[in-house]
């Protein structure tokens, strides 16, 4: 069974930075495609970042782009998410994702919570 837990969500404010981590258990995660997504309230689910298993095939989406940086740790099996120059509309409940290689994204954390003051 794929678990994955995401942490170091919080308060920050605005211009500051914060790191999410997202360990991943279950499985062997090799061919597997790393993810993370937001939703903000009364907002649709809008993708953030995602990389491959083997750490590379970075790609962003259009509002962080610049700003926020996804890694990986494969001997830890973690996902991190930094975010820097946090804005106001990036509050958001982010979430930890994973899919198979051509797959959906099928694997989802329980999500934490960011929330940037201005």
């Known amino acids: 069974q794929v678990q994955l837990v995401e942490s170091g969500g919080g308060l920050v404010q605005a211009g500051g930075s914060l790191r999410l981590s997202c360990a991943a258990s279950?499985?062997?995660?090799?061919?597997?495609?790393m993810g993370w997504f937001r939703r903000a309230p009364g907002k649709e689910r809008e993708f953030v970042a995602a990389i491959n298993w083997s750490g590379s095939g970075e790609r962003y989406g259009d509002s962080v782009q610049g700003r926020f940086t996804i890694s990986m740790d494969n001997a830890k099996n973690m996902v991190y998410l930094q975010m820097n120059s946090l804005k106001p509309e990036d509050t958001a409940v982010y979430y930890c994702a994973a899919r198979f290689v051509l797959q959906d994204f099928r694997y989802w954390g329980q999500g934490t919570q960011v929330t940037v003051s201005s």
């Open positions: 279950g499985r062997t995660f090799n061919s597997y495609v």
